[in-house]
């Protein structure tokens, strides 16, 4: 089983920045990528950026450049830091990871970007 905590999402005026968190309960060292998504109302699910293990990331064309994917690795936590920020950006963001074949998510941190 594992815990993921999301946290950091707010509301902010388009060209702001936002830091979000995601608190894992296992060692991160120990998964084999972490992904954020994020879902606008209405809208399915979509990707916007992983870190693999041995700090490989990947991103969306829609965030690339704005967004960046870190880890925190003595604090099992992995950041998405958001620059730059669109009012197409405003969803609410979840962290999922597939663990031991198993995938977990967390419940989402709602990101609100106002024109």
């Known amino acids: 089983q594992v815990e993921l905590v999301e946290s950091g999402g707010g509301s902010v005026q388009a060209g702001g920045s936002l830091r979000l968190s995601c608190a894992a309960s296992?060692?991160?060292?120990?998964?084999?990528?972490l992904d954020w998504y994020r879902q606008a109302p209405g809208e399915q699910r979509e990707w916007v950026a992983s870190v693999i293990h041995g700090g490989r990331t990947e991103y969306s064309g829609s965030v690339e450049g704005r967004f960046t994917i870190s880890e925190d690795t003595p604090n099992n936590t992995v950041y998405l830091q958001m620059n730059s920020l669109k009012s197409e950006d405003t969803a609410v963001y979840y962290c999922?990871?597939?663990?031991?074949?198993?995938?977990?998510r967390g419940r989402g941190t709602r990101v609100t970007v106002s024109p």
């Open positions: 999922t990871v597939s663990y031991r074949g198993l995938p977990f």
């Open positions: 296992v060692n991160i060292d120990s998964i084999n990528a």
